[in-house]
């Protein structure tokens, strides 16, 4: 069984920066997305920033130019730095491992436990 461990949460002020991190407890092999979405109070989850197999990111207009997604392969490690943080972004932050699998055809997803951060204005 896999296990998603999150961190790196917590409360910052406006403007600041936290760098959030997600680590696969064993080896994953054939990770084809790795990514982020986060849940606010009352609101629908939703897409954050992911990043293929390949390196191609992509990020909700929200985040754009503020946060950054990155991976290390090696270590089955992504990483979400976040910049500029606005109280807007308060929310539960859950990171995703996403696999292709029957020819691409069907997925199967791994998730964090999600990690709480807060912005304070």
């Known amino acids: 069984q896999v296990q998603l461990v999150e961190s790196g949460g917590g409360l910052v002020q406006a403007g600041g920066s936290l760098r959030l991190s997600c680590a696969a407890s064993r080896i994953i092999f054939s990770i084809n997305f790795m990514g982020w979405y986060r849940q606010a109070p009352g609101k629908q989850r939703e897409l954050v920033a992911t990043?293929?197999?390949?390196?191609?990111?992509n990020y909700a207009d929200s985040v754009k130019g503020r946060f950054t997604i990155s991976r290390d392969n090696a270590k089955n490690t992504v990483y979400l730095q976040m910049n500029s943080l606005k109280p807007e972004d308060t929310a539960v932050y859950y990171c995703n491992f996403a696999r292709l699998i029957g020819g691409g055809s069907e997925r199967y997803d791994y998730w964090g436990q999600g990690t709480q951060v807060t912005v304070s204005s």
């Open positions: 990043i293929t197999s390949g390196g191609t990111t």
